[in-house]
């Protein structure tokens, strides 16, 4: 089983930078891929960045503005968010696969214009 806590959302003007964490209660090294989620209000939930054995993958509309990247001696997994635009307010879910998928209870993103 695994646990995942997301920490680093908040409120941003347009332009501005955020970094989310997602923790692990166990050590990444086990699951076999991790990324971030998010979802607007009325909106289906979208992947926007997994990083996996098989290297990166980020949605078209974050590419070149969103890095994702683990630290395995802190069993994190981050989303740094530059250039951050109205567009990109949503709740962000973390998510790890490991036979299963878990997902973390979200963290609120707002950026104003």
């Known amino acids: 089983q695994v646990q995942l806590v997301e920490s680093g959302g908040g409120l941003v003007q347009a332009g501005g930078s955020l970094r989310l964490s997602c923790a692990a209660s166990r050590s990444i090294s086990t699951i076999n891929a991790m990324g971030w989620y998010r979802q607007a209000p009325g909106k289906q939930r979208e992947l926007v960045a997994a990083?996996?054995?098989?290297?990166?993958n980020y949605a078209d509309s974050v590419k070149g503005r969103f890095t994702i990247s683990r630290d395995y001696t802190k069993n994190t997994v981050d989303l740094q968010m530059n250039s951050l635009k109205p567009e990109d307010t949503a709740v962000y879910y973390c998510?790890?696969?490991?036979?299963?998928?878990?997902w973390g209870q979200g963290t609120q993103v707002s950026v104003s214009s």
């Open positions: 998510y790890a696969f490991r036979g299963y998928d878990y």
């Open positions: 990083i996996g054995s098989g290297g990166t």
